[in-house]
């Protein structure tokens, strides 16, 4: 039996704007396409469409999945390989989590942490290292960057800056997805207030700066589909965003 797409937004919990854009740039194409122009997708595709899912949960983005799922077509390796991601992020997890823990007792007994301690399952520097290989492989076959080259990584640093643009892309997606115009103040602010964590980690950006920086995310491949996998319209909103801080900037 085959389901529609909006059949299989409902049942997968992913939106018909999402589904059309994985057909789009062939990440998770229908069965086929009925007559009157309906997408109608099969076991096959849903079974796809739960590997890509999972990949997305682990924040992998759009292009490195397809890649992935083009290059291993065997079903139960894929999953056999995903739950060993999955069981390596729980245990990370856990690991954070019991850090918190310890944390918390020690601020209510009016102890100072270990400074090791306060780190500890927090991402390594080999961690970050194989988490950039794909990025660093891209610019550097694509603009000659090769931003792993004898420097060592800040894993502290790269912790840090991670959680927040986690949280600084997360609260962009979330007002994309709510309506909220490019141009609102909640929306500027929160651009200023991601430029202000920058120049504390010796990264200074004006908003002039990080509107160039978002209109380079839009004509790259890479860096486009990385924000447009976490939502689709995301590049488009932020560069929009960043523009319209940087003109109101200038005057």
């Known amino acids: 039996m085959l389901l529609t797409v909006k059949e299989v937004s409902s049942l997968a919990h992913v939106s018909i704007k999402t589904l059309h854009h994985y057909h789009k740039i062939g990440l998770l194409e229908p069965s086929r396409i009925s007559e009157s122009g309906y997408r109608l997708y099969g076991t096959k595709e849903l079974e796809r469409l739960q590997e890509i899912c999972v990949y997305r949960e682990l924040d992998f ?17 894929i999953l056999i390989a995903q739950r060993k991601l999955i069981a390596r992020e729980k245990q990370r997890m856990e690991q954070i989590l019991g850090t918190l823990d310890r944390s918390i007792a020690c601020l ?25 290989q794909d990025q660093n492989q891209y610019l550097r076959e694509t603009y000659q960057v090769d931003m792993l080259e004898d420097e060592q990584l800040d894993v502290a640093d790269l912790n ?14 979330e007002n994309l997805r ?11 602010a929160l651009i200023l207030k991601h430029l202000e964590f920058l120049h504390k980690h010796d990264h200074p950006a004006a908003p002039a700066d990080f509107a ?5 995310f839009l004509q790259d491949d890479f860096h486009r589909g990385m924000l447009e996998g976490q939502q689709t319209g ?16 200038e005057g």
């Open 234 to 249: 995301l590049a488009y909103y932020l560069s929009a965003a960043a523009e319209s801080l940087a003109k109101a900037n």
């Open 212 to 216: 160039s920086q978002t209109r380079f």
């Open 178 to 188: 709510s309506g909220l115009n490019h141009e609102d103040e909640a929306v500027k």
């Open 108 to 132: 209510e007994n009016g102890e100072t942490m270990d400074r090791q301690e306060m780190f500890h399952g927090f991402a390594t520097e080999e961690e970050w290292t194989e988490a950039l």
């Open 61 to 77: 983005p759009l292009e490195q999945i397809k890649r992935m799922l083009e290059g291993n077509q065997d079903r139960k390796d």
């Open 160 to 173: 840090e800056q991670a959680a927040e643009a986690a949280a600084f892309m997360a609260a962009m997606a």
